[in-house]
């Protein structure tokens, strides 16, 4: 029985990148061997065992074989005669398939440690077109490692658009789907990852309300950059640089889904295109086993992200207004979260990534503010009672933020 360390955690090493869990893979054992051992067999598709004493998952040299559509059908031989090489063929990306011996020899036979110099990202064998799932990865791969200039090699961007154009794509699962884009999202350039699949023809299979987005137009005096498509990248570009959180970031890619389904002879502009936007995102989250709590941040984000932009123009009142729909007061964490999201999607455009944005500060205000009205000290609130209480401390929230917005607008 021999072991060797595996996947992502040699490529991450070789990167410099640190190790976050690590993968082994054992050639000459079969299942019993391993449960003799110690070892805990988990998972039913694939013969995979987790060690006794450190958890770390060790698997059995395996092979597999096409027998149906998507990325479950397969035929997997895991016997004690597979070899290294063998295993490692059946991996999708060279990087992916280098493995290292006990010693901290490589074993590298498919040239991985030379397309990670060139930073190419470049598929092991045919069989990679046999894994509608590696679409996703390899977009996912192309955004994770974009900062060390790694791109998708010519072939096999080809691969993957023949792919695509197969109808294997439609066979993935929700909720593998939804894993892939979710950790794609945290990736240091989200936008990457769906320019990939969109230059596979992979996007309007998967998604096909942010593939409708491109050669859409928006009025080039608000969105220089003109293309939909393409504002969708910029915000998703910034959103990485102003916050690490998911649900941002999925409101983000979701704001403007409304501007695909904008009539032709409406264009440039987008009437309406705000609640369309939320509809098609309830739509897209039905699709996907998508949070609870991201679904209700991109609604608030679709729905009022105009009107945040807006709230330098507005009056004290208007802007108190907005931050109860917003449900600010109670929620500031939240609010932060929205408000940054409108921050990308204002920086979003051609020239003005690096633009200002003091519309947040002033509804930060206003939130505050309303917050810190206390009761007691509402004149005849003692004597309310029901639903009028609720009205005082509103009014009384009303008055405040108008006068803090006040003085912060009047002229020196």
Not at 3 to 19: C, S
Not at 256 to 262: N, R, V
Not at 294 to 321: I, K, T
Request: proline share 6%.
């Amino acid at each position: 029985m021999q072991i060797y360390l595996v996947g992502g955690a040699v490529r991450d090493a070789l990167l410099g990148e640190p190790v976050i869990e690590r993968d082994w893979v054992v050639v000459g054992a079969s299942a019993k061997t391993l449960l003799a051992e110690g070892f805990k067999q988990v998972g039913q598709e694939f013969p995979v065992f987790l060690h006794p004493q450190s958890g770390e998952e060790y698997a059995l040299a395996r092979t597999e074989r096409k027998t149906g559509p998507g990325y479950t059908g397969f035929e997997v031989d895991a016997g004690a005669s597979i070899t290294l090489e063998e295993d490692l063929l059946r991996r999708d990306l060279t990087i992916n398939a280098i493995a290292q011996d006990g010693a901290g020899r490589l074993i590298d036979p498919y040239n991985g440690v030379a397309d990670l110099n060139a930073r190419l990202l470049r598929h092991v064998s045919p069989a990679f077109g046999e894994d509608p799932l590696r679409v996703l990865r390899v977009a996912r791969f192309a955004a994770r490692f974009y900062q060390f200039g790694f791109t998708v090699a010519p072939e096999t961007l080809a691969l993957m658009r023949t792919m695509a154009a197969s109808g294997e794509l439609e066979a993935l699962k929700p909720e593998r789907v939804w894993l892939e884009t979710s950790k794609a999202l945290m990736t240091q350039r989200p936008d990457v990852f769906f320019d990939v699949l969109r230059s596979t023809n992979a996007l309007k299979v998967v998604f096909p309300e942010l593939d409708r987005l491109f050669g859409v137009p928006q009025p080039e005096r608000w969105h220089p950059e003109i293309d939909t498509g393409a504002h969708l990248l910029l915000t998703l570009k910034v959103a990485a640089q102003l916050s690490d959180d998911l649900e941002t970031r999925f409101a983000v890619l979701t704001h403007d889904l409304g501007k695909g389904t904008t009539p032709k002879e409406a264009l440039p502009k987008h009437r309406g295109h705000e609640q369309r936007s939320v509809e098609l995102i309830r739509d897209f989250c039905a699709r996907f086993p998508v949070p609870t709590k991201l679904r209700q941040l991109a609604d608030l984000v679709a729905a009022h992200h105009g009107s945040v932009h807006r709230a330098n123009e507005m009056r004290p009142g208007s802007v108190f207004d907005l931050v109860i729909k917003l449900d600010g007061i109670r929620q500031p964490d939240r609010l932060e979260k929205i408000l940054v999201a409108c921050e990308a999607d204002a920086r979003g455009r051609l020239g003005l990534e690096n633009s200002a944005y003091p519309q947040a500060a002033t509804i930060k205000l206003a939130a505050k503010t309303a917050a810190a009205v206390q009761r007691e000290t509402i004149p005849g609130i003692d004597q309310l009672e029901g639903a009028a209480i609720g009205t005082a401390i509103r009014d009384a929230q009303r008055l405040a933020v108008t006068r803090a917005l006040t003085e912060v607008q009047a002229p020196p």
